[in-house]
Nanobody, 121 residues
Framework: QVQLVESGGGLAQAGGSLRLSCAAS????????MGWFRQAPGKEREFVAA???????YYADSVKGRFTISRVNALNTVFLQMNSLKPEDTALYYC???????????????WGQGTQVTVSS
């Protein structure tokens, strides 16, 4: 069992930055791929970024070059550094843990409650 708790969301201006954190419980954190997804009002949840247990990273085209995912296994924590934020990045951001195909929502077994990110123009 893995429990995930996100933090770091808030309000930012367009062009600004935020750093999200996701703290995981459990001793097998390093075995999991970790992902970030987001859901804007009226839209389906979408993939944002993921990092495998070995450190390989994957990004949605919409955030490539602006967002960076990283993990510190010793801290059981994954981060999402978000730079050059745009109003369209406004969403509820979820952290997730899974063991297989990292870009697909259904591959993830554990989810956090989400943290709100709002970007003003």
């Amino acid at each position: 069992q893995v429990q995930l708790v996100e933090s770091g969301g808030g309000l930012a201006q367009a062009g600004g930055s935020l750093r999200l954190s996701c703290a995981a419980s459990g001793r097998t954190f390093s075995s999991y791929a970790m992902g970030w997804f987001r859901q804007a009002p009226g839209k389906e949840r979408e993939f944002v970024a993921a990092i495998t247990w070995s450190g390989s990273t994957y990004y949605a085209d919409s955030v490539k070059g602006r967002f960076t995912i990283s993990r510190v296994n010793a801290l059981n924590t994954v981060f999402l550094q978000m730079n050059s934020l745009k109003p369209e990045d406004t969403a509820l951001y979820y952290c997730a843990a899974g063991l297989s195909i990292v870009t697909m929502e259904r591959s993830y077994d554990y989810w956090g409650q989400g943290t709100q990110v709002t970007v003003s123009s």
